[in-house]
């Protein structure tokens, strides 16, 4: 196996030279660091990466810990992750909390001790030892998608990246509330997300813009899974007088909200509209096709490793909260007619905002 030196001898350079090309820790002339690449491409040479780790301090990993394998919407922002990670020259070790706080701290954990560079993490609905460990033990770390309120001039800050929430359900209900809908359900997500928290914010937003009351119950919590989804629709349905409409505030709540319409015998948009917040590949497939809010998934991704980067070259650096916006995708699931696909692409600016406090 050629080694350091051998590559040094064919490049004509010093093994601190290749070293620097390797590592970065040293500018070196453009003809010098292509002489060195050609060497190694020429010889075939495989840096040593754990002899690298020892010397620069950095592993040049990323411990990603999201519910991919429960929740499917995390699947492309793990798509998004990956790429931008391999494109910096990172390698990714991944671990799904499974939405579970002490799970959550243990993968969490389990990842440090891997000794990777810094975390990406979509924290729990009661994430208070994952940050309490974070803190602790100054963790670089970029929280996605979910929100973690951080209160107090003391309290740990962390960047964060997430897509806005609140607007773009407001524009479901007041879309709705424009086709003549009067009594507008919402299946709300998991108790304690922020997610949750923003898009019933964003309903009862809609509400008041449309000039409609809200009413406790027509709001029920999902859960953020197909089955909750599919038990809260059924509480909206058995009402005295039910909703004509209704709004999933994410992708796992939809099928199970399609699941008790179908078991009620009721066809939508015929009988109830539906929109949805996550588009996801096959919702143009079904019939009708869903009227959905599309998260730029695999930006999300990309942006939070892109954070973090920034987060280990300057670690003094105030935190901040990136948010991304999303994008309405009209189809005919809320009682509109066939026509071809509209989308209202908002400018795609990234709101940065101060300290997080």
Aim: aromatic letters at 4%.
């Amino acid at each position: 196996m050629p080694t350091m030196a051998d590559v040094a001898r064919s490049a004509g350079v010093s093994v601190a030279t290749v070293s620097h090309v390797l590592n970065g820790t040293r500018p070196v002339l453009p003809g010098t660091r292509q002489a060195v690449l050609d060497a190694i491409d020429e010889l075939g040479y495989t840096p040593n990466t754990l002899a690298r780790s020892l010397v620069t301090s950095r592993t040049r990993s990323i411990g990603l810990a999201v519910s991919a394998i429960s929740n499917p919407y995390f699947t492309e922002i793990l798509q998004g992750v990956e790429a931008t990670a391999l494109e910096h020259g990172y390698s990714l070790l991944i671990a799904d909390p499974h939405d579970d706080p002490q799970h959550e701290r243990k993968v969490v954990q389990l990842l440090h001790e891997r000794r990777v560079d810094g975390l990406i993490v979509a924290p729990s609905a009661n994430p208070g030892e994952l940050v309490t460990y974070l803190h602790r033990h100054k963790v670089p770390t970029v929280l996605l998608d979910r929100l973690v309120d951080q209160p107090g001039n003391s309290a740990p800050r962390f960047d964060q990246v997430c897509a806005e929430s609140a607007e773009p359900v407001a524009r479901l209900v007041t879309h709705l509330a424009g086709l003549g809908h009067r009594r507008i359900g919402l299946v709300a997500g998991r108790r304690g997300l922020s997610t949750t928290s923003e898009r019933i914010t964003g309903y009862r937003h809609g509400l008041a813009a449309a000039g409609l009351p809200y009413d406790e119950r027509l709001l029920v919590h999902g859960d953020s899974e197909s089955a909750g989804g599919e038990q809260a629709t059924a509480t909206l349905l058995s009402l005295a007088v039910p909703p004509t409409a209704l709004v999933t505030a994410n992708n796992a709540m939809t099928i199970g909200a399609l699941r008790a319409l179908r078991e009620h015998g009721l066809s939508v948009p015929g009988d109830i509209a539906l929109c949805c917040f996550d588009d996801f590949a096959w919702a143009d497939l079904f019939s009708p096709r869903l009227t959905a809010i599309a998260q730029p998934s695999k930006d999300l991704g990309a942006r939070a490793v892109r954070v973090l980067l920034e987060r280990l070259t300057a670690p003094d650096r105030p935190a901040r909260t990136v948010r991304l916006p999303c994008t309405f995708v009209h189809r005919t699931s809320c009682g509109c007619p066939e026509q071809s696909e509209k989308f209202d692409k908002s400018e795609h600016r990234t709101a940065q905002k101060g300290p997080v406090s």
